[in-house]
């Protein structure tokens, strides 16, 4: 009898931290399958003393802070306060959306597309929800994904690709934003254009957030957010970063580094070793270097849509010198299917969790406008690189 229980209480446990290990593969899908893919190809490439040259400690010490200085103002709810100020001035369903999406687009330059979803969407479908407008949920939870996604690409810190391509080939940060000025400028066009077609009734709407910012803190985490700025944009050194930011938070607010995406950085580490070891393989090297030899921009777009662009940048990186056209690849690429850019799948749970029972309908919609934008966007791109 005492065995049986035992038994059961074992397999109760067993059966409990096998659930919990699936949620957490399913919570970190991307990282989960870098760990494989890293694991994999170091049974082909066996460490070594190159490994240490794969990584870009640059591009992971500037992220980390970033990271970090955005949780620190995300604690303070920085983010929300000012866009809720900002949307509930408009006065028409058309202007709020406009206001929601451009919010978005531009919070995605400053706090990367995954940070400005999960900090205006809430506030889109409280909109939405609050005035009587649900039926244009999935349309405007579409469009700020996509200016989600496609709005961070004028600035080196504003998507992951963008922060390490800019530092694995030093690229001059004026050349930089003359390469993906004009597709950012196409970008914010076409989604304004989508915005206006709907309607321009009048919204009834109080605003629910009376929070007043703490001043103090307000302006030591923006001093610090541009600080961390300034070291992505090489006026100081990294490392100097990661001893100062860690340090003031440590201070301020210590949470604020405990909630850092740490999965983003391991997936980083984890893709870097992928990266190293496939280009290290003859046969790999030789099939990538001629497909990207052919079309850069078509492949990294392509790439896109099958493994999403953070890990697309850093493998085809070992592989092509054309880093105009993998800039842009790796952006435009981005809109497209819902793994192209991971950041869609927090829009797609978030209006499922809102609207049960009607993913597939979303899935369509979504589905139209990105590839309808990975078109036109790489339809302009073949005529300007």
Request: contains cysteine; hydrophobic residues 55%.
């Amino acid at each position: 009898m005492t065995f049986q229980k035992n038994f059961h209480r074992h397999s109760v446990d067993l059966h409990r931290l096998l659930s919990e290990l699936f949620a957490l593969i399913r919570k970190n899908a991307v990282l989960t399958v870098a760990i494989v893919l890293a694991l994999a190809t170091s049974v082909i490439i066996p460490p070594d003393a190159e490994y240490l040259s794969y990584f870009d400690w640059k591009t992971l010490t500037c992220l980390f802070c970033t990271l970090a200085v955005i949780c620190a103002l995300k604690n303070i709810r920085f983010f929300t306060v000012l866009a809720q100020k900002i949307v509930f001035t408009t006065g028409t369903l058309r202007m709020a959306v406009l206001a929601l999406v451009y919010i978005t687009f531009l919070g995605s330059m400053l706090i990367s597309n995954d940070m400005a979803l999960l900090t205006f969407l809430p506030l889109g479908y409280f909109v939405l929800s609050s005035t009587g407008n649900n039926r244009h949920m999935a349309f405007v939870f579409i469009m700020q994904n996509i200016a989600a996604n496609l709005g961070g690409m004028l600035t080196p810190f504003g998507n992951p690709q963008n922060l390490y391509l800019y530092s694995k080939f030093n690229i001059p940060t004026g050349e930089f934003m003359q390469i993906m000025l004009l597709p950012f400028l196409a970008s914010i066009s076409l989604i304004t254009i989508c915005c206006l077609f709907l309607p321009r009734e009048r919204l009834s709407i109080s605003e629910p957030c009376h929070d007043r910012l703490p001043t103090k803190r307000t302006v030591i985490y923006l001093l610090l957010f541009a600080f961390s700025i300034i070291i992505v944009f090489r006026l100081v050194p990294y490392w100097l970063g990661l001893i100062l930011i860690p340090a003031a938070l440590l201070i301020l607010d210590r949470d604020a580094l405990k909630k850092v995406d740490y999965a983003l950085l391991a997936t980083f580490f984890c893709f870097f070793i992928f990266a190293g070891n496939m280009a290290r393989i003859p046969a790999v090297s030789t099939l990538f270097s001629a497909l990207l030899e052919k079309n850069t921009l078509l492949v990294s777009i392509l790439s896109c849509q099958i493994i999403s662009n953070v890990p697309s940048a850093v493998l085809l990186s070992q592989f092509t010198t054309d880093y105009p056209a993998l800039l842009l690849g790796v952006n435009i690429g981005g809109t497209g299917t819902l793994i192209a850019s991971l950041a869609s799948l927090i829009s797609f749970k978030e209006y499922v969790l809102h609207n049960p029972g009607r993913a597939g309908s979303y899935l369509a919609k979504f589905s139209a406008y990105n590839f309808s934008f990975v078109f036109i966007l790489t339809t302009l791109c073949m005529f300007i690189i």
